[in-house]
């Protein structure tokens, strides 16, 4: 278990229960009020939760730069 503060510790905060969840506090590429406001509602057994527009998460890959995230920019179709 955790709580916000720890969380906000660090840039990215990977939970591997039964589903992978990386929580991002800082994010290169994309401001979060922007993002927030195209934000995508997904459903997962029975739990709602948020995640980023593609293009935002696009947007956000290209600006980290690193091989491995262009290569999901190009899977992504981008």
């Given amino acids: 278990m ?3 503060e720890k969380i ?3 840039e990215i905060t990977v939970f591997k229960d039964k589903v992978r969840i990386d ?3 800082s994010t290169p590429g994309i401001t ?3 993002s927030w406001t195209k934000k995508e509602v997904m459903t997962f057994k029975g739990q709602q939760f948020y995640v980023l527009a593609k293009d935002d998460l696009i947007a956000s890959k290209k600006a980290a730069g690193r091989n491995i995230d262009l290569e999901d920019v190009r899977m992504l179709g981008a």
């Fill in 2 to 4: 955790t709580n916000p």
């Fill in 23 to 25: 929580v991002q506090t």
């Fill in 32 to 34: 979060f009020s922007e």
């Fill in 8 to 10: 906000l510790e660090n």
